[in-house]
């Protein structure tokens, strides 16, 4: 795949490639997260990567009235155009841009994404492509690491939003972007030991395990609460003995 330029799309004519399906909850994550906070849609790491062909290139380049040389220099001096008019099928973001179709900025909402020409043919726009084995294999290698993000686990979580807490590195996003990737009840059970004076030493505890990641990963948020009702103590006391 060849880096031809970046463009500004607007979120509707923006396609998921081989339409993929959608994750709900990550969807209702991210809607949530960017009520709070801005896209940053042209953020290096959140651009999307659109497929398109080479005849796609020309159409492209009709539309925006400019040269491939003139779309290859946005990719080191910005100023990306906006390309209204033109779908483009997507390798990665497709929970991104539901995430923001949902929103009430859905019908002016835009994306930067970077144009990947490869030389192929459009069999079925844009469930199918026809490409050579080789980029047939590396574009499949692309959706598929897309397709996967590892599950965060509640200790993981746990550490993350204290660390975002302290004075050192205080950072409200990340705090929040790692409660809405708890589910509600968890997220009840966390804030009530962490802002309840009683459980001052389970929290002063377990964030004492965050330097033992083996252990601290364990942490099991969903019924923890019923454990604290007669066994803080003694979890307490047991902890004592690892640290």
Partial sequence: MELVGIVRCPVRSLVPYRGRHLNPKQVKRLARRFKRTECQQTEERNQIRGIITFEDLETILTTLGTSREGLQATVRGGGYPLLSGHRIACLDGRHRLAAVAVGPDCPTAWWAVKLCC??????????????????????????????????????????????????????????????????????????????????????????????????????????????????????????GHIL
């Fill in 118 to 239: 490869v030389r192929g043919t459009w069999v079925e726009f844009p469930l199918k492509i026809e490409l050579p084995p080789t980029i047939a294999s590396q574009v499949q290698r692309e959706v598929e690491h897309d397709s996967h993000e590892s599950k965060y686990r509640d200790g993981e979580l746990f550490t993350m939003i204290c660390e975002s807490r302290t004075k050192k590195s205080r950072d409200k996003d990340r705090e929040n972007e790692c409660w809405d990737r708890l589910s509600d009840p968890k997220a009840a059970n966390l804030r009530r030991i962490l802002n309840k004076k009683k459980h001052r030493e389970l929290t002063k505890a377990l964030r004492a395990l965050s330097k033992f990641p083996g252990v601290i990963w364990g942490l099991q948020l969903g019924n923890i609460h019923k454990l604290l009702t007669e066994l803080e103590d003694l979890i307490i006391h047991c902890f």
